[in-house]
């Protein structure tokens, strides 16, 4: 769609909210508004001078408005990709910093000063601060020329010519002028990566909650039952048989101490979710094909990570061309803004995916605390305090104290509610790998570079948080996998359970080996499929986690690869749809259940299920039925943990359908029994009220005929923008969030459009892009994301690619300069801005 119809279209829309956005922003009208949007917008074409440059850089976008970088330096070339990402993206950018930073309060007030004390407390830019000079010199030469890049851009904007955001911003903080990017802050991102991928640490929480509540350790085992490796393999196989039993908690929380957990993990929750929230819904699904399966003879890599739907999305597709000097190199794929390099994608020689590996890393620490002191081993040891200043929009500031432990800082501190809670001498200290500096930057440059199986390795090597796992094809043919990450080795227990801080005998005593991590070349069967499963089986003689995600995806992903490669050569449209594949793997499980226990009122909609393939496309009445049912059926069997804000209730993920799974074979599990009433449910009756309760709610908000109810009225996503899409005010979301849209997919399913059961069935974790990489031909590759490239409400690539990537199509995802040429609609040269005349 051209640039003026979209113009026109959005600009009708505008003039029915002037009066709203009169009042509320005090804009004079809508022509100022529309004069806002317009100046932000930024040059695509024509030539721009650039401090710095040593030479031109040509930067070409297609439609799409992905550009693609040429330069002759690697300083010029990451120069220049500051420059880009700021035109798109510096708002984001801007936000994130002040986010790893922990000064949001500078932007937004003082709302936010709870969010920075947790931040300010935890110390991801202190952290990055101290990486600055671990990383190699080539890493910090890559890092300056890319803040450089992004000053130059600043320097000859004005703050309401660098983004739509910064005017109405200006509206309730006058005073806030933009600051000169530092290289430091793109090394916190990868904090906040880490902190949004962090594993098991809400798990952990909840477990001690649950046990401080009453519970029993054995009923909270049965809400955690192991990993069914029987029916869904590993990644990889391996190891030795060790045969160790689950850790049991060391430390019963008291009420209080319960308490105490709770409201942490509530503070954590209010924290903002730059990429997902650390639960079980954020993951991924990467699988590579070898080329003896496939129909070009050549490796097909495959990878779609899970994270918090946003608006702009959180991914930046980009290609990066220097074929130049001793760094030189040839990549293209998707990177963060404020970041240099490719994050995921390829170069002329390889192709890498991500999911997350989701080791334990987080361990929680209950500390005896008196005073400014806290006890380990009979001993007191001073705390180590620092003052950390806050400052608020429009002036004013807030000082407070981070007190740390041996473990690490103590988040009971970091709010007033928390230190109330906390009055009885325990307090609760934070163990995180991401709290020790380290060179995950060097691996992404290195990553980037690598031409080999040895060269990825060595880069994997070095990416130590967060904890993912790698999967590898090159053009030579060969397709791998490498679990790289610190991952921690316990002296006692296994970060199931919050540790006593005052016995050392629990304190990490150092990281596992990275040459004892599991790893695969050129596996027999053909393929590496990884699905945020368990990554090796308990044969392995080392401890990862016990909190897997259940391998409901994973298996799919397995059964559909070796499926199609029976059935002849996998093609690359195969993959795209695997990739968009909406099977529910637990239906086949529960639907026969149903089908014997609808009570009358569910006779008609119960019969939806008959011959049901169990896939969920948006225009389902039979997913629609399913999902109200496995809502109600959730919320019945587990009151006692609680529905919408109060409590852990079910959320729905595949660790539930495995905790049902097990119920439904024990007829009179306690867990049947309705605790809010005074008569003694049985499964039968559970099952029948679920139904009964799912028709209710479905004439109610759908229709009375269960024909016609859809899965996609219920299952919504409202792309939302991280800052003013969630102000309250309808014009500035509108002005900043995409349209509510109903989608296919669900939780645990290979499209996974995630939901949570004990909130209702808006979308909260989504496939953030899908890439599909051709080994025999990089340019015939493909490739989508949430919305679009562009970070500008109402620029044309704001959020094109959206209804491409909800009906699980892609676009070429072009590598050779000729392909490349001939789709530029736009073209900005880069001139050295200190070029001698004539």
């Not at 119809?5 to 959005?10: A, E, I």
């Not at 890493?139 to 660098?162: C, D, K, M, P, W």
């Not at 980037?448 to 999967?471: C, D, I």
Request: net charge negative; with cysteine; aromatic share 10%.
């Amino acid at each position: 769609m051209s640039r003026s119809r979209v113009w026109l279209r959005r600009t009708r829309k505008i003039s029915l909210w002037t009066l709203a956005v009169v009042i509320v922003l005090g804009l004079v009208g809508a022509g100022t508004l529309v004069w806002s949007i317009r100046r932000a917008l930024p040059q695509l074409d024509g030539t721009i001078a650039l401090p710095g440059l040593s030479a031109d850089v040509r930067v070409q976008r297609d439609a799409q408005g992905i550009p693609q970088i040429y330069a002759t330096t690697t300083a010029d070339l990451y120069r220049a990709q500051g420059y880009v990402h700021a035109q798109d993206r510096f708002w984001e950018m801007d936000f994130r910093r002040h986010v790893t930073g922990g000064r949001l309060a500078e932007l937004f007030g003082e709302s936010q000063l709870e969010t920075d004390a947790y931040l300010r407390t935890m110390g991801w830019r202190r952290v990055a601060e101290q990486e600055w000079d671990l990383i190699s010199a080539d890493s910090r030469a890559n890092l300056t020329a890319y803040a450089e890049g992004v000053n130059a851009y600043l320097a000859g904007h004005s703050a309401g010519q660098i983004s739509l955001e910064y005017t109405l911003l200006n509206l309730q903080n006058s005073g806030y002028e933009i600051e000169q990017w530092d290289p430091i802050d793109s090394l916190a991102w990868l904090k906040a990566m880490a902190w949004d991928l962090r594993g098991n640490m809400e798990t952990e929480i909840r477990r001690a909650a649950l046990l401080a509540e009453g519970l029993s350790v054995e009923q909270i085992e049965q809400l955690y039952p192991a990993y069914p490796y029987d029916r869904n393999v590993p990644i990889v196989s391996g190891g030795e048989t060790t045969g160790t039993p689950p850790a049991q908690p060391a430390v019963k929380p008291t009420s209080a101490q319960g308490d105490l957990l709770r409201e942490l993990a509530d503070g954590l929750d209010r924290m903002p979710q730059l990429m997902g929230d650390g639960g079980p819904g954020i993951g991924s699904n990467s699988w590579v094909i070898s080329g003896d399966l496939t129909a070009t003879g050549k490796p097909i890599l495959a990878n779609d990570p899970h994270l918090s739907p946003s608006q702009p999305g959180i991914w930046y597709q980009i290609g990066l061309h220097c074929a130049c000097d001793a760094q030189s190199q040839d990549v293209a794929g998707f990177s963060f803004s404020g970041v240099p390099g490719v994050v995921i994608g390829h170069n002329a020689r390889i192709a890498w995916g991500f999911t997350n590996l989701d080791p334990d890393v987080t361990d929680l620490y209950y500390e005896k605390v008196t005073g400014d002191q806290y006890e380990v081993n009979g001993q007191l040891k001073p705390l180590t305090t620092q003052q950390e200043v806050l400052k608020i929009a429009g002036g004013g500031q807030k000082t407070i104290t981070v007190r740390s432990t041996g473990h690490g800082p103590l988040l009971s501190d970091a709010s007033d509610d928390l230190k109330k809670l906390s009055k009885d001498g325990y307090a609760v200290a934070l163990r995180w790998t991401a709290l020790d500096p380290g060179r995950t930057a060097d691996a992404l440059f290195a990553l980037n570079k690598a031409g080999n199986w040895t060269e990825f390795r060595a880069a994997a090597a070095l990416f130590e948080v967060p904890a993912q796992n790698m999967v590898y094809a090159d053009v030579d043919g060969n397709i791998g996998y490498q679990s790289p990450g610190r991952i921690p080795v316990r002296g006692k227990g296994d970060g199931r359970w919050p540790a006593p801080g005052w016995d050392s005998a629990y304190d990490w005593t150092g990281y596992l080996p990275f040459a004892e991590l599991p790893t695969v070349l050129n596996p027999k069967q053909g393929y590496v499929a990884t699905a945020n499963q368990a990554v090796i089986g308990p044969q392995y003689e080392h401890f990862l986690t016990s909190d897997w995600s259940y391998g409901y995806r994973s298996q799919r992903i397995n059964d559909m690869i070796q499926a199609t490669a029976k059935a002849g050569k996998i093609t690359l449209d195969d993959v795209q749809k695997m990739q968009f594949d909406n099977r529910n793997g637990f239906a086949p499980t529960l639907v026969p259940w149903l089908a014997r226990t609808a009570p009358d009122a569910a006779k008609q909609a119960v019969r939806l299920l008959d011959g049901w393939d169990y896939q969920q496309p948006e225009d389902s009445a039979a997913a629609a039925y399913y999902n109200a049912v496995w809502r109600n059926l959730l919320r019945l069997v587990f009151d006692e943990l609680g529905y919408g804000e109060d409590g852990y209730p079910a959320d729905g993920g595949d660790r539930w359908f495995e905790v049902v799974r097990h119920l439904l074979d024990q007829p009179d599990a306690a867990w049947w029994d309705v605790k809010s009433t005074a008569e003694h449910e049985t499964r039968e009756q559970i099952l029948a009220q679920a139904q009964a309760d799912a028709v209710a709610e479905l004439t109610k908000d759908q229709d009375k005929d269960p024909k016609k109810w859809r899965w996609g009225a219920m299952h919504t996503l409202t792309a939302t923008h991280a800052t003013f899409g969630t102000s309250g005010i309808g014009p500035i979301e509108w002005l900043f969030n995409h349209e509510k849209t109903g989608v296919s997919g669900g939780d645990s399913i290979v499209n996974a459009a995630g939901w949570t059961a004990g909130e209702g069935y808006e979308v909260d974790a989504v496939p953030s892009m899908r890439m599909i990489v051709n080994m025999s031909n990089l340019d015939d590759s493909r490739w989508i994301q949430l919305t679009g490239n562009s970070g500008h409400a109402f620029a044309t690539t704001y959020d094109d690619q959206y209804e491409r990537w909800r009906t699980g199509q892609t676009l070429p995802f072009r590598f050779a300069r000729a392909s490349i040429d001939a789709a530029t609609e736009h073209t900005l040269t880069l001139t050295p801005q200190d070029r001698p005349k004539g």
